[in-house]
């Protein structure tokens, strides 16, 4: 494979050397010739470049690292273009878990209505983003890790760009299940099913060697064996696991215990101040020129695993080999009984230059029902983002599984727009 050009929009955040680290280590499986950053925040900027640059020398990596504040300069020559961004920052994102609770609803950056802030923020970014590597690059590959990724890698694919959506809750699973059955993590295949932070395991596979096409069933050996282990990993009861027969991600908690966790999180900070002081920390330790790799403080910043994930994925997209990796991708009839243009989240065959969803057994009514409604909003969240007017945020919050009353959908709808009223040119 030759040496590719690979850029990151909003390389200026704290998460960059999570990424730096990851294309360090497994610079064998992804050789990178360039590496730009592109950020808008200078300062930000030349900080995470130094660290990125010491980052590479201490581990021997050639590539060389630039820095850009324009997109159009940035992406030139790129392969692939990562996109992470949090539009209003982690004092948004504090907003987003904090007036939901108002209503007495979740409080969370991606599920239910913040999660609907959220989207309605960062849509309209992303795609003039997205337009702006297009008019530039247009060969250029858009790698989506911005939240909600399913909603936004939809927008993206909608507008017709070459892009693919990449969460790390399959690849943190993948990990947790190897380390639990004392196997490399590469000979886990997952029977992974959903929507972005809706997914289900329905089953476990351990492969005889990572490349064999077939291999030994393993989940009811993980949920027997080690179902203690991973219920707390999940803060979900074991009970639900073994009654389920699958294991649902984190994020089902937020359904499956709905009115536990907004207890919990009235009692508790929210997660934007806990990452916020974590950031302060890691820029201090940025600043210090003797730093040459990733603090541990870094792991709690979140996003574990991400950079693994992202170095398959562009491997088998850029190289002359091939691979099964989960990503959010268009559905195009894979689960029959959504729409077409809904972005799901499956096992896919990524090879060079195209990615195919991998086709799935049917889903179960309990799961299938859920993955629908979710759709559903998913859908009118994305016309309140691209068309926005109060009652298309009604819509969607009033179609959300989490809200879906009428009192309550027209009580959110006005303290989301109240809170977000600077981001959203219609309000």
């Known amino acids: 494979m030759p040496a590719l050009k690979l850029a990151i929009v909003g390389g200026g955040s704290t998460y960059t050397p999570e990424l730096i680290d990851g294309f360090a280590r497994l610079r064998d499986t992804l050789p990178i ?21 010491r980052i590479f020398a201490t581990q021997g990596h050639g590539a060389r690292i630039s820095t850009a504040t324009s997109i159009a300069a940035g992406v030139d020559g790129a392969d692939a273009v990562l996109v992470q961004l949090r539009i209003g920052g982690q004092a948004a994102r504090n907003s987003d878990e904090t007036w939901p609770l108002e209503c007495g609803c979740v409080g969370q950056e991606t599920t239910g209505a913040g999660g609907l802030a959220k989207a309605l923020r960062t849509v309209p970014v992303v795609l003039d983003i997205a337009e702006s590597i297009r008019r530039a690059n247009p060969d250029a590959w858009i790698i989506d890790f911005t939240n909600p990724v399913g909603i936004i890698t939809r927008a993206l694919l909608n507008a017709g760009h070459r892009a693919v959506g990449l969460c790390n809750v399959a690849i943190h699973l993948q990990r947790n299940f190897a380390a639990h059955l004392g196997v490399d993590p590469e000979l886990i295949r997952l029977d ?45 009861p074991r009970s639900i696991l073994a009654q389920l027969g699958v294991v649902p991600s984190y994020y089902l908690r937020y359904f499956y215990q709905h009115d536990v966790v907004v207890e919990e999180m009235r009692a508790g900070g929210s997660r934007a101040a806990e990452v916020a002081e974590i950031e302060r920390q890691l820029l201090a330790m940025y600043a210090d020129p003797t730093l040459d790799h990733k603090p541990e403080l870094l792991a709690k910043r979140g996003g574990a695993f991400y950079s693994e994930a992202a170095v398959q994925l ?32 499956v096992q896919a065959q990524v090879d060079a230059g195209t990615i195919r969803a991998l086709p799935q057994r049917p889903v179960e009514p309990l799961f299938a029902g859920l993955i629908a409604h979710v759709t559903a909003y998913e859908d009118l969240a994305l016309r309140a983002a691209l068309d926005g007017s109060r009652d298309r945020v009604f819509d969607a919050l009033l179609a959300h599984p989490l809200v879906g009353q009428l009192e309550l959908a027209d009580r959110l709808t006005d303290r989301l727009i109240a809170h977000n009223r600077a981001y959203l040119s219609w309000a």
């Not at 959903?194 to 476990?204: A, C, F, I």
């Not at 060697?209 to 991973?230: C, R």
């Not at 080999?321 to 009984?337: A, E, K, S, T, W």
């Open 314 to 345: 562009l491997a088998s997209l850029l190289g002359t080999g091939g691979g099964v990796q989960v990503v959010n991708v268009r559905n195009d009839n894979i689960l029959p009984f959504l729409p077409d243009d809904a972005v799901i989240e």
């Open 33 to 53: 010739g360039e590496l730009t950053l592109i950020d808008p925040a200078e300062d930000r900027l030349a900080l995470i470049a130094g660290l990125a640059r």
């Open 192 to 236: 992974h099913v959903g929507l972005n932070h809706l997914t289900w395991e329905r089953g476990v596979t351990l492969l005889d060697h990572p490349a064999a096409a077939t291999g030994q069933e393993i989940l009811p050996k993980l949920l027997t064996d080690f179902g203690a282990e991973i219920a707390a990993d999940l803060r979900l």
